[in-house]
């Protein structure tokens, strides 16, 4: 028997069906959702049992194999909801470069009357990752836990141009938010991510983790801004679920730590880079499915040399 995880980390998000056109052929049906991604990425990290638990919605369309290949990986499903209808669909059609990308279709479907309920026995989770719903929501959830150690989240321009009321109310509830660059101009109106940064720490978060995609991701806290690089991949098969996946992997490794300092955070964001490079080597979550601990360790290996200048940067 698994003993119980000693610091699990609760998940909120989407669990979805997508359909991806991709330069190389059109994948239908393909297992998603941000919660799927972070969820699969954090268990290669917090482990044991509860060490992740996911809170979402799904349709009665939605498989329960799909479900068992996130309980196989460790991962407490009891809160995802199973409602009657159609679980959320999103289609996303990539560049042929895949620098890009154009949302075809979202159907909201069960998604559309989501309400996040937290069940009893997660509700003291000292680590909390509030994917990308609606930021009143992010909210509920936070009213139903138990004050976390540490409680991240993400977002994106649909609700930082429609919402911003929630949003504001979001931002001061939070330690931790992780969003792209694109998402930092729009939500601060500043170009300059540093000015950016700082607008958005004035809000609320604390911390601040703005991902580049393949430029790497910057952290900005009380420290000073820290940077890790994206790992540079020969073969990149699907950009899908990269973001969700990256802060999975940090806050796995935090909630698999037990601790959310800032030398934790800066070790966290290699993880998380680590887990997102695998997640863009496969179509959908297949990659991450595929892989265990000694890859893992393998890439974080090839991280620490990717960095490593040898220790003295001396001015000659
Ligand atoms: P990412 O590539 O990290 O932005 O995440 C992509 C995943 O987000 C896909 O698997 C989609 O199912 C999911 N997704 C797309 N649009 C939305 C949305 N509006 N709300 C929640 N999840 C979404």
Redesign the pocket.
């Known amino acids: 028997m698994t003993s119980p995880a000693s610091h699990p980390l609760l998940i909120v998000?989407?669990i979805?069906f997508?359909d991806l056109d991709m330069p190389s052929g059109q994948f239908r049906d393909v297992l998603?959702?941000?919660a799927?991604?972070s969820s699969l990425s954090a268990s290669l990290l917090a482990r044991g049992a509860g060490g992740v638990r996911v809170v979402g919605i799904v349709g009665d369309d939605f498989p329960d194999e799909h479900l068992g290949e996130l309980r196989s990986r460790g991962v407490d499903t009891e809160g995802v909801e199973r409602a009657r209808g159609r679980t959320?669909r999103?289609h996303g059609r990539y560049s042929s470069d895949l620098a890009s990308r154009t949302?075809i279709d979202?159907q909201l479907n069960v998604?559309a009357d989501f309400s996040p309920k937290i069940p009893a026995a997660y509700r003291s989770s000292p680590f909390v990752l509030l994917?990308?719903?609606h930021p009143r929501l992010q909210v509920d959830v936070l009213e139903q836990v138990q004050r976390p150690r540490l409680v991240a989240a993400d977002t994106?321009n649909?609700w930082i141009e429609r919402e911003p009321a929630s949003l504001a109310e979001m931002l001061r509830r939070i330690d931790l938010l992780v969003i792209n660059d694109e998402e930092a101009r729009q939500l601060s109106g500043m170009h300059n991510l540093v000015k950016a940064a700082a607008d958005i720490r004035k809000r609320g978060p604390k911390m601040l983790v703005i991902k580049r995609g393949e430029f790497g991701a910057l952290l900005f806290d009380g420290e000073g801004p820290f940077f890790v690089p994206a790992y540079p991949l020969e073969e990149v098969h699907d950009?899908?679920?990269?973001?969700?996946s990256f802060a999975g992997g940090l806050m796995g490794y935090l909630a698999a730590r037990g601790e959310a300092s800032p030398h934790g955070l800066r070790k966290a964001l290699f993880f998380a880079a680590a887990l997102g490079s695998f997640c863009v080597e496969g179509v959908g979550p297949k990659r991450l499915l595929a892989i265990g601990r000694a890859d893992l360790a393998a890439r974080i290996a090839a991280f620490a040399r990717l960095v490593d200048y040898g220790g003295d940067l001396a001015v000659p």
């Open positions: 998000g989407s979805a997508d998603g959702g941000a799927t991604y959320f999103w949302t979202t998604f994917g990308n719903i994106m649909f950009p899908t679920g990269a973001g969700d």
